[in-house]
Nanobody, 122 residues
Framework: QVQLVESGGGLVQAGGSLRLSCAAS????????MGWFRQAPGKEREFVAA???????AYTDSVKERFTISRDNAKNLVYLQMNSLKPEDTAVYYC????????????????WGQGTQVNVSS
């Protein structure tokens, strides 16, 4: 089975925090890199963060120092801790699974979740 289920989205004021969670089926989590993407209204989906199977992380510049991606390999969970949220962070956030253990800046995910809405008010 292939399943990615996001949770934790919601409405928060600017400057606040949210933690997104993604529960993945073992088949697409084990030994694979995981990532978070987002899509704002009228914009294309964009990369936010990724974490290798080893724990090495990567972030888009706009979220560095504010967002932290992490994973719990024993529970097949990946998280996105979002601090100091800004209105421009408003988007649907998607969890994704890569078909390889690493993210190299060029490879693309194979599987996607349904997304969770994050709204940041000013």
């Amino acid at each position: 089975q292939v399943q990615l289920v996001e949770s934790g989205g919601g409405l928060v004021q600017a400057g606040g925090s949210l933690r997104l969670s993604c529960a993945a089926s073992a088949r697409i989590f084990s030994s694979n890199a995981m990532g978070w993407f987002r899509q704002a209204p009228g914009k294309e989906r964009e990369f936010v963060a990724a974490i290798n199977w080893s724990g090495l992380t990567a972030y888009t510049d706009s979220v560095k120092e504010r967002f932290t991606i992490s994973r719990d390999n024993a529970k097949n969970l990946v998280y996105l801790q979002m601090n100091s949220l800004k209105p421009e962070d408003t988007a649907v956030y998607y969890c994704a699974s890569y078909p390889v253990p690493y993210y190299n800046g060029k490879n693309s995910p194979r599987y996607w979740g349904q997304g969770t809405q994050v709204n940041v008010s000013s």
